[in-house]
């Protein structure tokens, strides 16, 4: 039983207890090397008061997503400097929803620090500037502990063992429960991992970075500090344990656009490559003989890759598209429905 079927049954006026409804919606899954237990999909919060987000419809999301069976959310200290107006938006807008709702328990939170900044694009990561997000995440979010806290980019010539510190000097006072990464090359987690081990952390739990079965086939991210998912990423997941949050999960909505001419025309510049067509043709036919759309195909690209724990992040505008996120388990799939590295 899925959302798509829990929703046909609202609009014939029949609803579930709240409790009964999570329980057959969304089953929760323990993430590797912690306690904590989220919800197979990531309601990403980078949208939230910007573009068609405002603050009273992202508290109606966040409302639905709880109802069915949500209760992972991501953020970042970063999240929306690209938009004049205010810094720190997405968080500041969470914390008011968790003083206005008192539903802060009712999630598991993950946020990110150390970005650079986007006007002079000075690399910002460093002991100093962790412990300086860190402190603003916690004010903006209204809480007093942040439950995974990541390395948003990452600066080799910073040593690992000043960041490793950092982490557990947070850890050790109650400001953070687990901490990660993203965006940082084999190399520099593998160092983290070694670290940890020698001094008895432990160490990256997670780590985001671009997944979806777009990548070879659409144009790449203008953003070069952007890591995207290949065959080496997937060896060291499979072999380290280490938690994947797939940003972009959903290929920015490329796959659903191809079939709509007016959106197509909006997008087509960002997959100008030979390969596109052909991809997108692919999961025109898997939607067709799966009965999911391109959305929730894209997210469970992710969700079931062989041998990894993997945790797709999804933004939504809409209660709609929301609903279509969360109902993207609602038919098996077999393991060798993608051709995944």
């Known amino acids: 039983m899925g959302a798509r079927f829990v929703s046909v049954l609202k609009k014939h006026g029949i609803r579930f207890p709240i409790l009964i409804e999570r329980f057959v919606i969304m089953k929760k899954i323990r993430m590797n090397s912690t306690n ?51 810094k720190n938006r997405s968080e500041r807008i969470l914390g008011d929803y968790f003083k206005r709702t008192g539903k802060r328990d009712q999630f598991v939170i993950c946020s990110k620090c150390c970005h650079y900044d986007m006007k002079t694009m000075e690399q910002r990561v460093g002991a100093k500037f962790f412990m300086e997000d860190l402190d603003g995440s916690l004010k903006s979010l209204q809480t007093d502990c942040i439950d995974l806290y990541l390395f948003h980019r990452d600066n080799p010539e910073v040593p690992i063992a000043e960041l490793m510190e950092a982490c557990e000097a947070a850890r050790k006072q109650g400001k953070i429960k687990y901490y990660g990464s993203s965006n940082w090359s084999i190399a520099r987690m593998m160092e983290a991992g070694k670290y940890a081990a020698e001094h008895g952390f432990t160490g990256f ?33 499979r072999k380290s344990g280490v938690t994947v949050m797939s940003c972009s999960s959903m290929a920015h909505g490329v796959f659903s656009a191809y079939n709509n001419p007016e959106t197509w025309e909006r997008i087509r510049k960002f997959v100008e490559t030979p390969e596109f067509p052909k991809a997108a043709e692919r999961m025109n036919r898997l939607a067709a003989e799966t009965g999911l759309t391109q959305s929730q195909l894209c997210l469970r690209y992710t969700a079931d890759y062989p041998g990894i724990q993997g945790i797709p992040l999804f933004t939504a505008s809409s209660e709609e598209h929301l609903r279509e996120c969360m109902g993207c388990f609602d038919r098996d799939l077999p393991q060798d429905v993608f051709d995944r590295p």
């Open 205 to 237: 739990v997670a780590d985001q970075m671009t997944v979806n079965p777009g990548i070879g086939a659409m144009n790449p991210p203008r953003d070069k500090t952007i890591t995207l998912w290949n065959k080496d990423f997937a060896d060291y997941h």
């Open 36 to 86: 904590l237990d989220v919800s197979p999909l990531c309601f990403g919060q980078i949208k939230i008061g910007i573009a068609n987000v405002s603050e009273e419809l992202a508290g109606r999301l966040l409302d639905i997503f709880l109802d069915l069976g949500g209760n992972f959310i991501d953020t970042a200290r970063a999240y929306s400097e690209w938009v004049p107006g205010e």
